[in-house]
């Protein structure tokens, strides 16, 4: 397929334990976007690269959340120390170029800490 | 501040009825984006529509409509004829690079759609 993917699916992690979300964007997709989502609310902003360039972490919750993307393609949400708190959908998206233009999203990555 | 409100938190109809889901927003910027999505059970976000500010034309697109109107800040979505497969939670999110550039999403809190058949 040519969409965004990200794995893994679900994951469940035990409070204290760190995690790692992987986004591979649309193949060619300059920009990319990372997203929050807990349950029934909508998508909260978290980072944003342009291409291996993370130009705004405003987002991050806490510094225990670091976003990486070495290669300006695939990229990695880590949590360290996860805590309740943190369970929600992680939600990658990524647009052509230009950060205005649309998002197309992956499916998102479902925490669940215990 | 940059804001996004769908004050229909859920809304229920019967297979066939109009539907209109409403968006209003808050920007100090005069460059921006509007967008819709529809989030169905499987939580992927398909994009439905984009609009820029600057554009107030209003757009159809088979049973889907969307009325801009900068004039009351609202970006309102109708489902004509509606169907069971249109069951799911629809965003309304802004994009502006006024603050940071980023041209982050705000989302709207949703508004779950039920069509019951």
Redesign the interface.
């Known amino acids: 397929g040519a969409g965004v993917s990200q794995s893994p699916r679900y994951k469940v992690a035990k409070r204290g334990q760190d995690v790692a979300l992987r986004c591979d964007p649309i193949s060619g997709h300059v920009s990319l976007f990372w997203y929050q989502q807990a349950l029934g609310q909508g998508p909260e902003f978290l980072t944003y690269f342009q291409n291996e360039a993370q130009l705004d972490k405003s987002g991050l919750p806490s510094d225990r959340f670091f976003a990486e993307r070495p290669e300006g393609s695939v990229s990695t949400l880590k949590i360290q120390r996860t805590q309740q708190e943190d369970s929600a959908v992680y939600l990658c998206a990524s647009s052509f170029i230009a950060p205005q233009e649309t998002q197309y999203f992956g499916p998102g990555t479902r925490l669940l800490v215990l | 501040a940059q804001k996004?409100t769908q004050a229909q938190t859920e809304i229920s109809v019967v297979e066939k009825e109009d539907v209109t889901l409403d968006c209003v927003y808050e920007t100090r910027d005069t460059t921006y984006?509007l967008?819709w999505?529809k989030q169905p059970p499987?939580?992927?976000?398909?994009?439905l529509i984009?609009r820029n500010s600057f554009d107030e034309q209003n757009e159809i697109s088979g049973r889907y409509s969307w009325n801009f109107q900068k004039s009351t800040s609202s970006f309102n979505f109708t489902i004509t004829a509606s169907q069971v497969v249109d069951s799911a939670v629809y965003?309304c999110?802004l994009?502006e690079?006024r603050d940071?550039?980023?041209?982050?999403?705000?989302?709207?809190?949703?508004t779950r759609l039920k069509v019951l058949a």
Do not use: C, D, M, P
Request: net charge positive.
């Open positions: 996004v984006y967008f999505y499987s939580g992927e976000l398909v994009f984009r965003f999110a994009s690079g940071s550039g980023t041209y982050k999403y705000i989302f709207g809190t949703g």
